[in-house]
């Protein structure tokens, strides 16, 4: 079954350092996600990406981060510096249409850790 | 906010049916009803969605009212690995990207 690939698995940085967490969608998917989810709480939407650019995104996602999919396979997002509170599971997640069409994949997250 | 009512948690010996309920009582017309789960901090799965008539696959089947103000998703015969935070979510369909997780229900398979 195809899956959606996540790395690192954890990944450790100090505050106001960048970082980049990656993701391989399913190949023939078109929607991609970030979602995140700090130790005990709701799983929360981060961004949507469709066509290269964002669908949308949620409060949560400010200037200090970003997506990309700079080589059409790959999709990142980067945190430019990062704070304490960024401490959290990230989730990537793909589909081929836009969510209430078709079931979403999602990978198995970066745990994501600062120090 | 979610769209979704659901019990914080629920038990279920082993081998027997687990029935999680949801409450959408605001539910429009056009809108689905998926469950989604996860185990223990993985990434969320999907486990089967549908608009209005009863749907079942190889995982669970989802009963839906007549009214389609609640649904049931059905486990028919539960294993300790079906322990997990089950999430019923409404989307619209042909809509904006976001979907919303809510605090789900917390299904514990006893052995």
């Known amino acids: 079954e195809p899956e959606v690939t996540q790395t690192p698995s954890h990944q450790v940085t100090q505050m106001g350092q960048e970082v980049i967490l990656r993701c391989v969608p399913i190949?023939?998917?078109?929607?991609f996600y970030w979602y995140r989810q700090i130790l005990g709480q709701k799983v929360e939407f981060l961004v949507s990406f469709y066509n290269n650019e964002i669908s949308e995104k949620s409060e949560i996602f400010d200037d200090q981060f970003s997506v990309e999919r700079p080589d059409g396979s790959n999709f990142t997002l980067k945190i430019r510096s990062t704070k304490l509170e960024d401490s959290a599971m990230y989730f990537c997640?793909?589909?081929?249409?836009?969510?209430?069409?078709?079931?979403?994949?999602f990978g198995q997250g970066t745990r994501l850790t600062v120090v | 906010d979610a769209k979704t009512t659901q019990p914080t948690s629920m038990d279920c010996a082993e081998g027997r049916a687990a029935n999680l309920p949801c409450n959408h009582s605001?539910?429009?017309?056009?809108?689905?009803v998926y469950w989604y789960r996860q185990i223990h901090s993985q990434g969320p799965q999907y486990i089967i969605h549908?608009?209005?008539n009863n749907e079942t696959n190889e995982m669970a089947s989802l009963i839906i009212t007549e009214d389609r103000k609640s649904s049931t998703l059905i486990l028919p015969h539960a294993t300790l690995r079906d322990t997990a935070v089950y999430y019923c979510?409404?989307?619209?369909?042909?809509?904006?990207?976001?979907?919303?997780f809510g605090k789900g229900t917390r299904l514990h398979i006893l052995p």
């Open positions: 549908g608009l209005k």
């Open positions: 997640a793909s589909s081929e249409a836009p969510w209430a069409n078709t079931e979403a994949f």
């Open positions: 979510i409404v989307r619209l369909r042909n809509r904006d990207d976001k979907i919303i």
């Open positions: 190949s023939n998917h078109l929607y």
């Open positions: 605001t539910i429009s017309g056009n809108e689905y």
